[in-house]
């Protein structure tokens, strides 16, 4: 079944003084229509990278796709000129980011902010581009629509900005919405209303989501299927139950385990995966993953894992019949 | 003359009754003036920190929790008198330190030392780290030289760092390395109380693990005491002894961590808790989700604060404010209907 979204052996490359450097290396991965993809990863793994390059927003960050198409709806975004893009970023995918306050223009009204999109994408009358901007503020869950119209971002609290964003997100019916960790700035009590806001308004409208996360939690909560992204390739993929009950790459593993739990007995340690992400400047030699790994072994200083169909999801590991079997080590 | 005598029987009965207390918060209030009108009068103030008691005992992890706007930053603060309090006491060690001139104090301060959230601001960029990690000596005329080159070292090997690199600059280390550096500092001077603000919270999860076993490691090798403060409940369950829960200005709920997340007595905690993502896809809990958001502290609600939240507010909480009463075995509620 081909998905909504198809990308394929994406690289990305960003131009420094010291060269070129690989941000993101053969990233491929599938969206199907109504699907909630989760990508999960530390800073530094090519997260972010990879929603940019779909939104192709990298050409403004001195990057660029080196190689491998990004499939939507059967059409190559990679091959886009920016002219082209900008009719398909606010009207088929959006993007939401982390923090509302930059994102929102401070001197404009957050009415005038909504209509501005409608009446870009859309051939409506005024009226009618603020009747639609007052029923997208509904639809995210604002109450006194008729104030908050004529109210600046700044009047509106962290939650209520971030619930403006996704209005705006959604003006011209996205078939996909990229929230770049939404919620990551955001009180627990309002991750919780925005998680539940987004899965209510993804049974609405059917859309697809990609979002992008460092926190396992928010992606249990929300996932059908999760990327886990180490370095700027992807390690492993899977229904958001295959990797939480069975892990099968050793980072994924550590990851979940460096989790403090929220019931159940308390450990006297967190278990905590050695060492640090490296840089994209001095990445080691065969596995990325092989410094920080505690089942590496020789094949793993050599030779660089393909990502490949194991354990009914795709691992990027050597050794990954191991790793299922045992358990890792407390340091 | 009388209030000094004064004092001093409350500090001979504060230290007799509880030997274990390190610091004590007697009815502490900090507020911040709203300057508005045309003359810029005074008219109303932020409540950051309403008339807050509390005891932290030695050796202990005590965490404040809740919502941005809840006053926990500013309450550590007023903790430790980097912010005067409006109104109120503080003990250490069974002095009473609300008083203290600016020498005495800094003298006091050698005892308690703050970790900040933001490993890359809280360290100054055009400093070594060898210097960073050495100024608590230069201040304090401690230590100087070779010796202190020393200390130096043995402090970044206690941290888990290379003393190797101790004459390089902040930005050329990680972000976990780099909040490992501004603990190094922070343990410099042999404090007996820490200030951690967030300390872990701009960390990656892998990193956050490494930082807290540090942390966790060195308050059993140093007999630290540590205040706590962050808004990732998971991690405040893993490193606490004791959780305070704050609302708007106010403590809601006091009592041992275990025994709080298992069974909350306050409708806010209850909610926190229940909303708090679980790293399980298949545990679909019973959220008790809040409606809105936390009020504005320059005019809160009248009675309970929370009552404009809660799913179990009355016309009595609308009216009576509840006050942070004993509830059962180390736990304090401020609640008329407690859940337990």
Redesign the interface.
């Known amino acids: 079944m081909t998905g909504l979204l198809n990308v394929n052996n994406l690289s990305v490359d960003f131009k420094t003084d010291s060269g070129k450097i690989k941000a993101i290396e053969d990233v491929s991965f599938q969206v199907k229509p109504g699907e909630t993809v989760c990508i999960v990863g530390e800073s530094g793994s090519g997260k972010s990278v990879t929603s940019l390059a779909i939104m192709r927003l990298l050409e403004f960050e001195n990057g660029e796709i080196s190689n491998g198409e990004i499939l939507f709806k059967e059409e190559d975004l990679a091959r886009k000129t920016q002219d082209e893009m900008s009719n398909i970023r606010g009207n088929d995918i959006s993007i939401i980011f982390q923090e509302p306050m930059t994102a929102l223009n401070p001197v404009f009204t957050i009415g005038r902010q909504l209509m501005e999109g409608i009446q870009h994408h859309q051939k409506v009358s005024k009226q009618d581009a603020e009747k639609k901007a007052k029923e997208l503020l509904g639809l995210v869950g604002i109450n006194d629509i008729e104030d908050r119209m004529y109210q600046y971002p700044h009047e509106l609290s962290g939650g209520m900005r971030q619930r403006v964003m996704i209005a705006i997100a959604l003006a011209c019916d996205p078939k996909l919405l990229i929230a770049d960790e939404p919620t990551t700035a955001l009180d627990v009590t309002i991750e919780s209303q925005i998680l539940t806001l987004l899965n209510e308004l993804k049974e609405k409208t059917n859309m697809s989501i990609i979002l992008i996360t460092h926190d396992m939690g928010v992606a249990a909560e929300i996932a059908d299927k999760i990327v886990v992204m180490y370095a700027g390739k992807i390690v492993e993929q899977g229904s958001v139950y295959q990797l939480f009950d069975e892990p099968t790459h050793p980072y994924t593993k550590g990851l979940l385990k460096s989790i403090p739990q929220d019931k159940g007995p308390r450990l006297k340690r967190l278990y905590s995966i050695q060492g640090t992400i490296p840089s994209l400047t001095q990445l080691p030699k065969g596995c990325r993953f092989h410094p920080r790994c505690e089942f590496a072994t020789e094949k793993c200083l050599q030779e660089e894992p393909p990502l490949l169909k194991a354990n009914e999801r795709e691992v990027a590991c050597w050794n990954y019949e191991d790793v299922i079997k045992k358990e890792v080590k407390q340091t | 003359m009388i209030a000094a005598g004064e004092n001093k029987t409350v500090e001979k009965k504060i230290s007799q009754q509880e030997k274990n207390v390190l610091l004590e918060a007697q009815h502490l209030k900090k507020y911040f003036p709203i300057k508005e009108g045309m003359f810029k009068k005074n008219k109303r103030y932020v409540r950051a920190v309403d008339n807050i008691s509390l005891k932290i005992f030695e050796g202990e992890t005590f965490s404040l929790v809740g919502?941005?706007g809840s006053g926990k930053s500013t309450l550590g603060r007023a903790l430790l008198r980097l912010q005067e309090p409006t109104d109120g006491r503080l003990f250490f060690q069974g002095e009473e330190i609300t008083s203290l001139g600016k020498k005495e104090m800094r003298e006091i301060r050698k005892d308690m030392q703050v970790i900040y959230q933001d490993p890359f601001g809280s360290l100054n960029p055009r400093m070594k780290v060898s210097d960073i990690i050495g100024e608590p000596f230069e201040i304090n005329r401690q230590k100087s030289g070779k010796e202190k080159d020393k200390k130096v070292c043995e402090l970044l090997e206690l941290v888990g760092l290379d003393p190797e690199r101790r004459n390089r600059y902040p930005h050329e280390f990680?972000?976990?390395?780099r909040q490992r550096i501004g603990i190094a500092r922070a343990i410099a001077l042999n404090p007996k109380f820490i200030l951690a603000d967030e300390a872990v919270s701009a960390l990656?999860?892998?990193?956050?693990?490494?930082v807290?076993?540090l942390m966790?490691d060195l308050q059993d090798q140093l007999g630290l005491t540590y205040l706590f403060i962050a808004?990732g409940?998971?991690?405040v369950?893993?490193i606490s002894d004791r959780v305070g829960v704050m609302y708007l200005g106010h403590l809601v709920e006091v009592g041992e961590v275990?025994e709080m997340?298992e069974r909350p007595a306050h409708p806010y905690t209850s909610?926190?808790?229940s909303?708090?993502?679980?790293?399980?896809?298949?545990?679909k809990r019973e959220?008790v989700?809040?409606k809105g958001?936390?009020p504005s502290p320059s005019n809160p609600p009248s009675g309970c604060r929370f009552h404009t939240r809660c799913p179990l507010a009355t016309e009595r909480c609308r009216k009576e404010t509840p006050k942070l009463t004993p509830l059962a075995e180390g736990r304090k509620v401020a609640c008329h209907y407690p859940l337990i």
Not at chain 2, 174 to 177: A, E, F, L, T, V
Not at chain 2, 204 to 210: E, G, K, N, T
Not at chain 2, 275 to 283: G, K, L, S
């Open positions: 919502e941005s990680s972000g976990g390395q990656d999860v892998s990193v956050q693990a490494q807290v076993n966790k808004h409940l998971n991690i369950r893993h275990e997340y909610a926190l808790i909303t708090n993502p679980t790293p399980d896809p298949r545990a959220k989700v809040l958001e936390i």
